[in-house]
């Protein structure tokens, strides 16, 4: 059956592709999920996890992926499907619905459920049990121009991630040809200001509080150095 469902990697998206989401359908081309959207309302899927739920170990433990994977992220879903079950974003991708409600109090409601349903898919392969260490030649070379280096790009991501206040993300993104860090509240994505999101860091304490309290610049540390894909973040390139 098709059906709009996440693990069908929408995170190739442009900037042009993205913005153009809301009103024609290169966004749905460019993900996959354009026949799929044309089958009808289908709900919005959770994707299964890339990797075992020990798989992080040490670094998050198999009891924090158990509630930020198995309940967190999948709350996100399952409120988003009713959210948007019987209007005018059932069937929708999850990038439409997105890009369709960013910015409209009256939407905050969908817009929430469907960008930390995004972020968190984002989050899961921005993360590898096999992370960390150098970035492939391509975005390599992108840190080196924007940084100066890879340690200068991972101290920034750090920065980023410690200092967001509250809850939120830290992002490595492509802004036009080249990459910087930003970072964004609640569930806010960098999509919605133009932006190609390369990878994130999910700084909500939901992601580290079981296994680092309040020390969010350690859990921010060993992911950095031992978890981030930096092979999903040049696939991102384009
Ligand atoms: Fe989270």
Known sequence: MNRPILNQF???????????????????????????????????????????ENALEPVISARTLSFHYGKHHKAYV?????????????????????????????????????????????????????????????LKKKIEAAFGGMDACKKELASAAVTQFGSGWAWLVLDGDKVKV????????????????????????HAYYLDYQNRRPDYVVAVLDKLVNWQFAAANLG
């Not at 966004?27 to 799929?36: E, P, Q, R, S, V």
């Not at 059932?90 to 972020?119: C, H, R, V, Y």
């Not at 930003?182 to 304490?205: F, H, S, Y």
Request: net charge neutral.
């Open 10 to 52: 929408p995170f190739g998206l442009s900037r042009r592709e993205f913005l153009g989401a809301s009103s024609g359908a290169a966004c749905l081309l460019a993900t996959g999920t354009f026949a799929a959207a044309q089958g009808g309302a289908s709900p919005i899927e959770q994707p299964p996890l890339p990797f075992a």
């Open 78 to 138: 399952d409120n988003l499907n009713k959210a948007i079950a019987g209007t005018e974003f059932a069937g929708m991708s999850l990038e439409k619905i997105i890009s369709a409600t960013a910015g409209k109090a009256d939407k905050a409601a969908i817009f929430n459920n469907a960008a930390q349903t995004w972020n968190h898919t984002f989050y899961w392969q921005s993360l590898s049990p096999k992370g960390g260490g150098d970035a492939p030649a391509a």
């Open 182 to 205: 930003v970072k964004t509240g609640n569930a806010e994505n960098p999509m919605t200001q133009g932006l190609k999101p390369l990878l994130t860091i999910d700084v909500w304490e």
